[in-house]
């Protein structure tokens, strides 16, 4: 199995958990005259069974993530981390020009004069290029999932 199938393989068994406890939840009451339409036990079990199997699996790509390296020298989990930075520091770009450009600077006699404080013009190009670099990692993270082996 590869990387980026174990990681699918991840969510679906969030998701499946998600879904067995909303299961459990809407089985362990009935009202008295109402037969269950599932055993809540056996959902339980099946709970600790898939988080059983959930747990291993985010143990097996942890480890994987950690001692696989990219092309740059850095793990794979490395690269998570600056992608995730990068990430955030565009953020604060991204509600800057939004900012920005969801105001109207037009005044009238009567309103108070709008300045912008910040260099718009230098705050694009340093979001562009961070943005550059998110897409570069993320193409790397990408491409070492698919391409690495998780055993």
Do not use: C
Request: proline share 1%.
């Amino acid at each position: 199995m590869k990387l980026g199938e174990a990681l699918l393989k991840k969510d679906e068994y969030i998701k499946k958990i998600d879904n067995l406890k909303k299961r459990v939840k809407n089985n362990v009451i009935i009202k008295e005259d109402n037969e269950n339409n599932e055993d809540p036990n056996d959902l339980i079990k099946e709970y600790i069974e898939t988080n059983n199997e959930l747990s291993d699996l985010i143990i097996k790509i942890s480890n994987k993530e950690h001692t696989t390296k990219l092309e740059i020298g850095v793990s794979i989990s490395e690269a998570i981390n600056i992608r995730d930075k990068l990430s955030r520091e565009m953020d604060i770009y991204k509600s800057i020009l939004k900012e920005v450009n969801s105001k109207d600077f037009r005044t009238a006699k009567n309103e108070v004069k709008m300045t912008v404080l910040i260099n718009i013009k230098e705050i694009q190009k340093e979001f562009d290029k961070l943005s550059k670099a998110f897409n570069d990692i993320d193409i790397m993270i990408q491409s070492a999932n698919w391409n690495t082996d998780l055993q």
